[in-house]
Nanobody
Framework: QVQLVESGGGLVQPGGSLRLSCRASGGSLEYYAIGWFRQAPEKEREEVSCINRHDDSTYYADSVKGRFTVSRDNAENTVYLQMNTLTPEDTAVYYC??????????????WGQGTRVTVSS
């Protein structure tokens, strides 16, 4: 069974950057599409990005397009989410999850425990 562990969250000032990591154990991430989600207090969970297997095609929510970049390093068994030009609205717990293909109907079988991102001055 694949286990996912996120890291890289923290406190950052508005306009700053963070890079989140999603590292897998118990399986190879190259066989999965990986989605990044976030959930802010009292808000619904939002999918912010996804990267497919095989062709590494990507998806971004409109709220992060142009600011966030998802990538994978199969040798490190890790998927990254580079987040630039952060705003307080990006404050949330960020989760990565594994599925077969990026799609609005995707069912994610494996989830990480989340890493908290706080954007504040």
């Amino acid at each position: 069974q694949v286990q996912l562990v996120e890291s890289g969250g923290g406190l950052v000032q508005p306009g700053g950057s963070l890079r989140l990591s999603c590292r897998a154990s118990g399986g190879s991430l190259e066989y999965y599409a990986i989605g990044w989600f976030r959930q802010a207090p009292e808000k619904e969970r939002e999918e912010v990005s996804c990267i497919n297997r095989h062709d590494d095609s990507t998806y971004y929510a409109d709220s992060v397009k142009g600011r966030f970049t998802v990538s994978r390093d199969n040798a490190e068994n890790t998927v990254y989410l580079q987040m630039n030009t952060l705003t307080p609205e990006d404050t949330a717990v960020y989760y990565c999850a594994a599925t077969v293909v990026c799609s609005r109907w995707a069912e994610y079988a494996y989830w990480g425990q989340g890493t908290r991102v706080t954007v504040s001055s």
